[in-house]
């Protein structure tokens, strides 16, 4: 069993590692990280637990240290769910410390030497670690995952990208309040509504997705040009954030069916690597028009699940969808794990 560390333990995104690394065969939580005015305090007093399960009673009375490379001599890594306002210098301690990182913040997403992972579109930007220099004898680096919306935006791209090629496309968001954090959006703003803007959230979308969906040649990404237009809303769901895009491509198919079998054809690059975290069915095509819906489908394949419904050839561009996934496990906590797991089996970790 491999030690990890989370950065970030009290705030939303660390508890969602602590719930779903219960269990887990190959890593056990060994510490637990957080700002000043917590550590020191056991974890039931600092933190305030906002997951639908009982907290563990290990994890209960662990003391909580501060977010200091020195505190965690003892892991073999560190997850990160900090805030971006603190997440980039205490990372940077990590990584230089010879402490691996798996981030779930945004400060190293854009870094041309840190991989931004998904498993299932781009595994081998894994081998952008060799070029990182945080660490004299390179034990330490960074690896993050992106954010929750495009997330689910790239994998629902990636056939589609690979067999047609893509030109632009125009993308609405509903996201869940999950998304937002604890105590996350006030109730009269939200119940029985629609926000229209989320702050910070749009331009990442365009430029992460490119990452993800570049090629790597050599030590460096061939990004691809395609531009993207997003709106970000915020809708009174829970968990599963939920876009409508429609795409033009480079290539359009002759017929729909054609753009079933892109994604019924895709050959997941790591289907066969036995990763706990890896859904036995990455996508999930539905036929019933009113599919999907994050209430009936987030948490379907352990919230692992992508899913695409409403896939149409469009009036306008060339292919319409709506594509679902669980923000907080596979936008985020779900999704590093998995990226942990992957750098295990590549040798990365050990």
Not at 221 to 247: E, Y
Not at 275 to 286: A, E, I, R, V
Not at 298 to 320: C, I, P, T, Y
Request: glycine share 8%; proline share 7%.
């Amino acid at each position: 069993m491999m030690k990890v560390g989370i950065l970030g333990a009290t705030g939303a995104v660390g508890q969602k590692f602590i719930r779903l690394l219960q269990g887990h065969p190959w890593f056990e939580i060994e510490a637990l990280g957080a700002s000043e005015r917590s550590a020191g305090k056991k974890y039931k007093d600092a933190a305030n637990w906002i997951e639908d399960v009982v907290l563990p009673e290990h994890i209960k009375e662990t003391v909580v240290k501060k977010c200091d490379p020195a505190e965690f001599s003892k892991v073999d890594f560190v997850f990160s769910g900090l805030d971006s306002s603190v997440a980039g210098d205490i990372e940077r301690s990590f990584a230089e410390a010879g402490i691996p990182v798996i981030s779930n913040a945004k400060n190293y997403r854009q870094d041309p030497t840190v991989p931004l992972l998904i498993p299932e579109v781009n595994p081998d930007h894994t081998d952008l670690i060799k070029t990182q220099s945080f660490s004299k004898d390179g034990k330490g680096w960074i690896v993050t995952n992106p954010n929750c919306v495009a997330v689910p935006l790239s994998l629902a791209l990636k056939p589609l990208y690979d067999a047609f090629g893509i030109e632009s496309l125009i993308l609405t968001t509903m996201q869940a309040v999950s998304g937002a954090g604890y105590p996350g959006v006030a109730s009269l703003d939200i119940l029985g509504n629609v926000v229209p803007f989320i702050s910070g959230e749009e331009p990442k979308v365009g430029p992460e997705t490119r990452k993800l969906l570049s090629s790597l040649s050599g030590n460096s990404l061939n990004l691809p040009d395609f531009k993207v237009q997003a709106t970000a809303t915020r809708v009174p769901s829970i968990n599963g954030h939920m876009i409508s895009a429609t795409v033009k491509l480079e290539n359009p198919p002759a017929d729909l069916s054609e753009l079933k079998e892109a994604y019924q054809d895709y050959k997941n690059p790591v289907g066969e690597l036995d990763l706990p975290f890896s859904p036995s069915s990455l996508y999930n095509l539905h036929d019933n028009e009113y599919y999907p819906q994050p209430r009936l489908h987030a948490d379907w394949e352990n919230g692992m699940q992508l899913h695409l419904g409403r896939l149409r050839k469009a009036e306008v561009f060339d292919v319409s969808f709506v594509a679902m996934a669980h923000n907080t496990i596979r936008g985020a906590a779900g999704g590093a794990i998995l990226n942990a797991e992957l750098l295990t089996k590549k040798g990365f970790l050990k």
